[in-house]
């Protein structure tokens, strides 16, 4: 089989402690490519991140807020989908209740609120460590790039008629209380999708939207088949990605539910998983 499609999540996949593709993994996309496949980013990040990493691997189509957004190879947005204002309420009461933090995902950056309760958390997650830090380093590179937009209240700017579509929601706080506000969104906010990219976070976007809905209206575009597209990703938000494709990898510091999933198990990102199963399918 020739695969022209690879779809890639970064973090945990791409990307393992240094927020850097190992140089490897680059030789294998760079192989891949100029046998014909095309390289797209599928992640939960916002547009502008989702280009950075794109531009690291040679550029590409990309796949970002979980599917909910589709961009072309300059950048431009080409398709997205956003949640609608009734249950973008709903989910931020829930949050709120909860005592979560809540960022909102738009087409320019993320949106905000309750800056300090953000700044302390973020300490208490570098104090943590493991997968608490990758959250802070993440708060700390949006507002490095000026990707984050301050506002007095989430739920009031949420309810204004002109502010841009909100593609995600992320919501933060300790992992063993998540489980509980995930069941209660999916229970009590209908029009939404509930899934993760971490023990502390959920992430929610519009009903039917996912990296697989994503990966599968890109495909179409192309006129490329799900089994000529491989997909490689190691979170509960790949899952559907890895259905969708002819061969769906997971890493092999995936949790198990996610590794169950796919057609095969890669080496975890540590060891170059990604460029293993490459230079396999696609010579390298």
């Known amino acids: 089989m020739q695969y022209r499609?690879?779809?890639?999540?970064?973090?945990?996949?791409?990307?393992?402690?240094?927020?850097?593709?190992?140089?490897?993994?680059?030789?294998?996309?760079?192989?891949?490519?100029?046998?014909?496949?095309?390289?797209?980013?599928?992640?939960?990040?916002?547009?502008?991140?989702?280009l950075r990493v794109s531009a690291e691997i040679g550029g590409g189509p990309v796949i970002c807020c979980n599917g909910a957004g589709l961009l072309d190879e300059e950048g431009r947005l080409i398709h997205h989908r956003s949640i609608p204002t009734e249950p973008l309420l709903r989910v931020l009461?829930?949050?709120?209740?909860?005592?979560?933090?809540?960022?909102?995902?738009?087409?320019?950056?993320?949106?905000?609120?309750?800056?300090m309760a953000h700044l302390i958390r973020a300490y208490a997650w570098l104090r943590a460590g493991g997968a608490a830090l990758q959250s802070a380093v993440g708060v700390a590179r949006l507002w490095g790039a000026n990707q984050t937009r301050l506002v007095p209240r989430l739920t009031q700017w949420a309810a204004s008629p002109h502010r841009p579509p909100v593609l995600k929601l992320t919501l933060f706080g300790d992992p063993a209380r998540l489980p509980d506000v995930a069941d209660a969104i999916r229970r009590e906010v209908p029009g939404v999708e509930v899934t993760s990219s971490g023990p502390d976070n959920l992430e929610v976007t519009a009903a039917g939207v996912s990296k697989g809905s994503g990966l599968a209206a890109l495909g179409?575009?192309?006129?490329?088949?799900?089994?000529?597209?491989?997909?490689?990703?190691?979170?509960?938000?790949?899952?559907?990605?890895?259905?969708?494709?002819?061969?769906g990898v997971a890493m092999g510091n995936a949790p198990p539910h996610v590794k169950a999933a796919a057609d095969r198990v890669a080496p975890p990102c540590a060891e170059d998983g990604v460029a293993c199963v490459l230079e396999e399918v696609c010579g390298g």
């Open 5 to 50: 499609l690879i779809a890639l999540d970064v973090d945990g996949t791409l990307f393992c402690g240094r927020h850097r593709v190992s140089p490897r993994t680059l030789a294998a996309l760079t192989v891949a490519r100029r046998r014909g496949a095309i390289t797209v980013i599928a992640t939960g990040r916002t547009p502008h991140s989702a």
């Open 220 to 247: 179409e575009r192309l006129g490329i088949p799900p089994e000529a597209t491989i997909a490689f990703g190691d979170s509960d938000n790949d899952l559907t990605m890895l259905r969708y494709a002819g061969l």
């Open 93 to 115: 009461k829930l949050g709120r209740q909860a005592d979560l933090l809540v960022h909102g995902y738009t087409p320019e950056g993320v949106v905000l609120d309750q800056p």
